[in-house]
């Protein structure tokens, strides 16, 4: 499986207000520049902290992206997947949508009937790891669903987790010419974060780029 992660982040490495409500932190061409990601990918991801708080699409905006998916053969939208342990994805959610199918990683903590609520709503529940989603896990069932390539959208506790397993090919971030600040606002990697300087992920730095207000920073890792 490719995961290559892309977010924003003021220039204090914010995604969000400690209130965790969505902010604008790129413009026009940044997000452009996301929706020509999600067209490459064939699944887009976000955490269950990111479903709650941002209730996102997921989707590919620019029609003239989707009908170059579907001439090659693809669905017109990536699959939409959300890590979500206990199953609290809203079955109203904008994610649930009939744009793109929807897989709902859980955990074995999430309760049968939560579960046949997302199924009967039209997600496909994978079912990975007793407490939290087993990331590694779940990814090796996306890709027996025939999905190779996955974009995380965030936030801060999944891409952790994700740098922690040794799962992340790419990363993208663009940091926007704002200050957000708040110690309880998340950043770009929360979790436990890491305390052994030998256990740092190492990336290399691949790409330095201005747009809207802001800079692209690529990297391999
Ligand atoms: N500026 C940007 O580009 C973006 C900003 N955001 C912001 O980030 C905030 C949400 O981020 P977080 O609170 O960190 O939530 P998150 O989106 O990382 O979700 C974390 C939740 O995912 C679930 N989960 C299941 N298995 C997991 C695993 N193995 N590891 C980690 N989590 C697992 C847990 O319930 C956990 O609480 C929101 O304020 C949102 O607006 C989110 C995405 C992009
Ligand atoms: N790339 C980027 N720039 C920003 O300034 C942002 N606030 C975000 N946030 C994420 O974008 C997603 C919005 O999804 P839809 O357009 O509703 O499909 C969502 O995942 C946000 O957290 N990203």
Known sequence: MHVHVNAAESVDGKLSTREREQVAISGPEDFDRMDALRAEADGVVVGVGTELADDPSLTVTDAERREQREAEGRPPNPARVVADSRARTPTDAEILGDEAVTYVLVSERAVKGDIEALENAGATVIV???????????????????????????????????????LVDRLTVYVGSTVIGGREAP??????????????????????????DGVVLSYDV
Request: no cysteine; charged share 30%.
């Open 128 to 166: 990975a790891g007793e407490d939290r989603v087993d990331l590694p896990g779940a990814f090796e069932q996306l890709e027996a669903h025939g999905l190779d390539s996955l974009m995380v959208e965030g936030g801060g506790e999944l891409v952790f987790s994700l740098f922690d397993a040794g």
């Open 187 to 212: 950043t770009l990697v929360d979790g436990e974060g890491f305390t052994d300087p030998d256990s740092f992920p190492e990336l290399s730095l691949t790409g330095v780029e201005r747009m809207d």
